[in-house]
């Protein structure tokens, strides 16, 4: 038994399309009589199990593979590839694999019904030798992992996504009026000075010093270049990422599967909240699924790119370059490109990395469910092997191709705080209203502190006194008194006598009371009347008082004088006295009621103090929670003060609506730029080291809590977040000795202080925007574009002009006032590059060329046209993925992958003895 193969050649399963890198490989097998081969056996080679050989029976349209079969065997990492004999003589064995070719050593294996594989020795040709395992032309290894197919396949493919942004350069040299007055503001330049053979020579020595200082060549001039760029985003292919899970089933076993996919977003306000919150910390985790959104939104979050209000949003975001020596087009472009091309893949990269951790896939293994939302997969086992299976991802595959698509000429001018003149405006920010957070704070709880009682208001004090008047004998008495007679009192005297005239009886007319005051401090007054007179008897008894007589107000001494009296025949007269008493100058309880009072206070101040601590805390939460307003809303309002400071600033028109409707007819205002970042403003805050007695932006108000202001809502609103100044040591403070107690006394030594303003934060609130450690003002519902805009002295504004109206516009802006000629008649400095015809001429010849050369270029329909020819011809493959870039055309290329929400169940196999994947 001797057979013969031979390798017969491949063919390409496809000419294009996911199948073009592979071919159908055939092999002849010659047996040497008819009994080497039998009808009923099957014939196969042998590859190496790292061939990547497709099933044939996936390609059923395909004649040549008809009847042929593949069967891995895990147990030799080997895979047949064969077919059935087919009647007697030469057989074909045909299977599908890549196109990679090398030879590799082949095995020929055969197999009857019922029966296991045996080797089938065999030669290479009819008188070589035979052998088990032959050398030949086989598929190489297919160990490189699959990324989908390789870009030239997709060619013709439409973008779904484009994007437009582009490069700001100054043409340096031109000294313009608006610049060249702010920085030389002591020097006198007037515009008419701007204007003439003085100006355009730097005649004037303020002109030949700012002439002198080249690193600000590219602030004073007022023109630059716009080179704009369109990224296209192009759906290729997907394939099968890493593996995401394992599932393993036993034979007859049943699994089922849960898939629950989540990822990040903003719809909500609570997980716009907590995005934010991540955002600070992750950098900027993207919340979109694709990377032309991604690109987007990091376009509109990015604070180095000049801001446009642009309505259709044409202009998604400028970058602002170096200034440019050269003033070609060509050249700008170059530059612009290069810039283009490491920023473009840099933001692509990394958004995309952002979408690869955005997505979160869990899976759980369960035995009953009632989650009817997720994704439910049961997975049978019904061989009487163990199965494997691989929970891959589905990827995506994204081309990303940059096109230039002009270039347009701009005006650049600085507006704000600064500059020479009538002209000079406040910072733009300050004609920007600001959001206050509403938030009332409740008056607090007084109820568990006991307010003392109040003293209750002194008064004259009416007192009833019960007292007898005894009837005793006179010292000058020779005579016991008779009881039942009547008494008159001598004139001046003490004494009284009996009315019938008896001489040596004589009783006392007065007696002295004792009675104890009201209350603390009262002092009798001599104010009292007899209210009643009755003799022991009961009767009414005859009392006549000549006067009482206050002997000690405070001790309620008093005497009464009487001038007649009958007891009826007692010892004594039972008298009943109206008293009056004038209360204290000064309440004896006032001093423990003060004292009271003072302490009532202190626990109110408390409480207050503590119930507005909570308020404040409060407040800083609420207010780092408050969403931020839509950006293009916050841009359109700069836009709007930014324009309006422009209109103002030139006077070379009377009516500033006239102005406006001039500006607008030459300059392109919907794409107006205007750049605000740390390379383009200077908070004043900053430049001074902060005391003890600076209060920042907006430190904590008191707070009024008997507010009668005629404002409703006075104390009760926030505008911005809270600073606070405070202190702390420097790193080389020491501790001050103390004096001895026995040392004389000696002023306190001052400790050396830094002061700070600082910002409140909590355990609650999010974290504090930028700028809050610079001590900005932070409006509550800005974002980080409009905090620097309200903190900026000055802004750099860039004016692009309309395409077809460069030539008009340069003239307007060569006025004396509004830019000037200044430095026309100074030599360009040739670049490499640059026209040959603009060698050794001035800067205002090269202008006027380069001014007449955009209006063209600009104004050519063609050009027009090829940047919209992706849209019609789709995806052209940019071989090396980039060039130096030509006007209008695409120059840079990459390919980005993205994973998706899907993931996909792969049946999997392992080498039991060495683990490795099959």
């Not at 009819?126 to 699959?146: C, D, I, K, W, Y």
């Not at 206050?436 to 003392?452: C, G, Y």
């Not at 009056?580 to 001093?591: L, M, R, S």
Request: proline share 7%; glycine share 8%.
């Amino acid at each position: 038994m001797s057979l013969v193969i031979t390798f017969t050649g491949r063919t390409p399963l496809a000419a294009s399309g996911p199948n073009a890198r592979y071919h159908v490989w055939t092999y002849a097998v010659q047996p040497t009589s008819p009994s080497d081969l039998l009808g009923s056996q099957r014939i196969a080679l042998a590859l190496p199990a790292d061939v990547d050989v497709k099933d044939p029976r996936l390609f059923p349209d395909v004649p040549a593979l008809a009847g042929a079969f593949l069967e891995p065997d895990a147990n030799i990492s080997r895979q047949y590839v064969g077919r059935a004999v087919n009647g007697l003589g030469p057989q074909t064995i045909t299977f599908v694999a890549p196109a990679d070719q090398t030879d590799r050593e082949l095995f020929l294996v055969g197999r009857g019904s019922g029966r296991p594989w045996t080797v089938m020795p065999f030669a290479k040709s009819p008188t070589g030798e035979v052998n088990n395992v032959q050398l030949m032309p086989a598929p190489a290894s297919s160990q490189r992992v699959f990324t989908g197919r390789p870009v030239a396949e997709f060619a013709g493919t439409l973008p779904y996504a484009s994007e437009i942004f582009g490069v700001y350069q100054p043409l340096a040299g031109w000294i313009g009026r608006q610049g060249a007055q702010r920085i030389a503001e002591g020097a006198g330049l007037t515009a008419e000075q701007f204007g003439g053979v003085a100006a355009r020579e730097l005649e004037h020595p303020a002109f030949a010093a700012l002439a002198e200082q080249g690193q600000l060549e590219g602030i004073l001039s007022p023109v630059g270049l716009v080179n704009l760029f369109r990224e296209y985003f192009f759906e290729f292919d997907t394939f099968l990422g890493a593996p995401a899970g394992h599932l393993w089933i036993s034979p007859g076993g049943t699994v089922e599967v849960i898939e629950t996919t989540s990822r990040r977003s903003l719809v909500e306000k609570s997980a716009e909240q907590s995005e934010q919150t991540v955002r600070r910390v992750e950098e900027s985790l993207t919340e979109q699924t694709d990377v032309a959104d991604a690109v987007k939104e990091s376009n509109a979050n990015d604070t180095t790119l000049g801001a446009s209000a642009s309505a259709g949003a044409s202009f998604a975001g400028i970058y602002h370059g170096d200034a440019s020596a050269t003033y070609s087009a060509h050249n700008a472009t170059g530059k612009s490109s290069e810039q283009t091309h490491k920023h473009t893949r840099t933001q692509s990269s990394k958004v995309s990395s952002e979408i690869t951790r955005n997505f979160k896939t869990t899976f759980k293994t369960v035995t009953e469910t009632t989650d009817t939302s997720s994704r439910r997969y049961v997975v049978q086992n019904t061989t009487q092997k163990l199965l494997n299976y691989e929970l891959r991802r589905k990827m995506r595959k994204v081309g990303v191709q940059v096109q230039h698509l002009g270039t347009q000429l701009s005006w650049q001018v600085f507006l704000g705080a600064g500059g020479g003149g009538a002209a000079t405006v406040p910072a733009p920010g300050r004609k920007l209203g600001l959001g206050e957070l509403v938030h009332v704070v409740p008056a607090p709880d007084l109820t568990s502190i006991r307010k003392p009682e109040p003293l209750a208001p002194l008064k004259i004090e009416r007192t009833t006194y019960s007292g007898v008047f005894p009837i005793r004998q006179h010292p000058s008495s020779k005579n016991a008194p008779h009881l039942d007679k009547t008494w008159i009192r001598f004139p001046d005297q003490d004494r009284m006598h009996r009315d019938d005239g008896e001489e040596d009886e004589y009783i006392r007319a007065d007696c002295t009371f004792h009675v104890v005051p009201p209350g603390p401090d009262y002092v009798l007054r001599n104010d009292m009347i007899v209210v009643t007179a009755h003799t022991q008897g009961g009767g009414d008894a005859n009392f006549i008082v000549h006067e009482f007589t206050v002997v000690n107000a405070a001790a309620g001494v008093f005497k009464v004088l009487v001038d007649e009296l009958n007891s009826g025949g007692g010892g004594t007269i039972a008298l009943t006295i109206s008293l009056t008493w004038d209360p204290p100058a000064k309440n004896p309880g006032q001093e423990a009621f003060d004292a009271a009072m003072v302490e009532y206070h202190q626990q109110v101040a408390l409480l207050q103090r503590k119930t507005y601590a909570d308020a404040v805390r409060d407040r800083l939460s609420l207010l780092s929670k408050v969403r931020a307003r839509p950006s293009e809303e916050l841009r359109k309002e700069e836009r709007q003060v930014v324009f309006a400071d422009l209109v103002t600033k030139l006077r070379n028109v009377s009516d500033p609506h006239l102005g406006s409707e001039l500006i607008r007819q030459m300059f392109d205002i919907d794409r107006m730029l205007y750049f605000v970042n740390p390379d383009f403003w200077r908070p004043d805050n900053v430049t001074t080291v902060a005391g003890k007695d600076s209060l920042g932006r907006y430190p904590v108000p008191e707070h009024s809590w008997t507010n009668l202001s005629k404002d409703p809502i006075e104390g009760e609103t926030v505008v911005s977040w809270y600073s606070h100044t405070s202190s702390e040591y420097p790193p080389d403070a020491v501790t001050v000795p103390q004096p001895a107690p026995t040392d004389p006394p000696t002023p306190p030594v001052e400790q050396p202080r830094e002061w700070r303003v600082d910002y409140l934060i909590t355990e609650d609130t999010l974290p504090a925007p930028m700028g809050s450690s610079l001590g900005w003002l932070i409006q509550a519902d800005g974002d980080e574009r409009r905090n620097e805009f309200l903190n900026a002295a000055w802004v750099k504004v860039v004016l692009p002009i309309r395409p077809g109206h460069e030539v008009e516009a340069f003239q307007w802006l060569r006025d004396v006032h509004v830019e000037g000629e200044a430095a026309f008649d100074k030599d360009y400095a040739w670049q490499p590059g640059d026209p040959e015809d603009w060698r050794g001429k001035k800067i205002g010849y090269v202008l006027d060329k380069l001014v007449t050369e955009l209006q063209a270029t600009n104004s050519d329909i063609r050009n027009t046209l090829a940047t919209e020819r992706v849209f019609e011809t789709g995806f052209d493959p940019l071989e090396g993925g980039f060039r130096p870039a030509e006007p209008h055309q695409i120059f840079d290329q990459w390919v980005e992958v993205l994973p998706t929400d899907q993931i996909v169940a792969v049946e999997v196999t392992y080498d039991p003895k060495t683990g490795q994947q099959l």
